[in-house]
T-cell receptor
Framework: NAGVTQTPKFQVLKTGQSMTLQCAQD?????MSWYRQDPGMGLRLIHY???????DQGEVPNGYNVSRSTTEDFPLRLLSAAPSQTSVYFC????????????FGPGTRLTVL | AQTVTQSQPEMSVQEAETVTLSCTYD???????LFWYKQPPSRQMILVIR??????QNATENRFSVNFQKAAKSFSLKISDSQLGDAAMYFC??????????FGTGTRLTIIP
């Protein structure tokens, strides 16, 4: 099992550009989520999905879009990148929700100039 | 509002000694789960230990144990016989049953050889 994979590992964008961060898992997990990690602020939830076709907003959803057409994939789209979106992004998945371990991808470091 | 507080931004401990990282939270839920995650310099998020709120017995995983005090809403992590590989950011992350983990701001642990 590859676990949770994320691409790319690093990305530099210019303000206003759009891009998609890819996330895939091969563990047949229903629950997937996207977090951003900023210095001194821990991880904050952007969007999450409890199954294919179902997504919901987390704590900081503005400027991001998600869809979940398959169980395996959960891409995160930046619609028009802004310097405030400079961060490290983590994708996570788990089998169910309550009380279970979330498995994290290796992260994507995004810089918006 | 459900909040998580890690009041120690940085801690250091001598190798082979014991260190305790603190975490307090606020919730009106009676049934929830508590997690500690570790993030070494590699950036990978790794589950250290979990605790069910309905269990009175404190969880233990090898050198890692928790002191869970439900009434005080406190969930501290004790690391015994500290090793160089324990150097990392440690995040307290309760799951309050609202479909998401809530992460604290983290404690950076340094191990002194």
């Amino acid at each position: 099992n590859a676990g949770v994979t994320q691409t790319p590992k690093f990305q530099v964008l210019k303000t206003g550009q759009s891009m998609t961060l890819q996330c895939a898992q091969d563990m047949n997990h229903e629950y997937m989520s996207w977090y951003r990690q900023d210095p001194g602020m821990g991880l904050r939830l952007i969007h999450y999905s409890v199954g294919a076709g179902i997504t919901d907003q987390g704590e900081v959803p503005n400027g991001y879009n998600v869809s979940r057409s398959t169980t395996e994939d959960f891409p995160l789209r930046l619609l028009s990148a802004a310097p405030s979106q400079t961060s490290v992004y983590f994708c996570a998945s788990s089998k169910g929700l309550a009380g279970v371990e979330q498995f994290f991808g290796p992260g994507t470091r995004l810089t918006v100039l | 509002a459900q909040t998580v507080t890690q009041s120690q931004p940085e801690m250091s401990v001598q190798e082979a000694e014991t260190v305790t990282l603190s975490c307090t939270y606020d919730t009106s839920e009676s049934d929830y789960y508590l997690f500690w995650y570790k993030q070494p310099p590699s950036r990978q998020m790794i589950l250290v230990i979990r605790q069910e709120a309905y269990k009175q017995q404190n969880a233990t995983e090898n050198r890692f144990s928790v002191n869970f005090q439900k009434a005080a809403k406190s969930f501290s992590l004790k690391i015994s016989d500290s090793q160089l590989g324990d150097a990392a950011m440690y995040f307290c992350a309760p799951f309050f049953g609202n479909e998401k983990l809530t992460f604290g701001t983290g404690t950076r642990l340094t191990i002194i050889p």
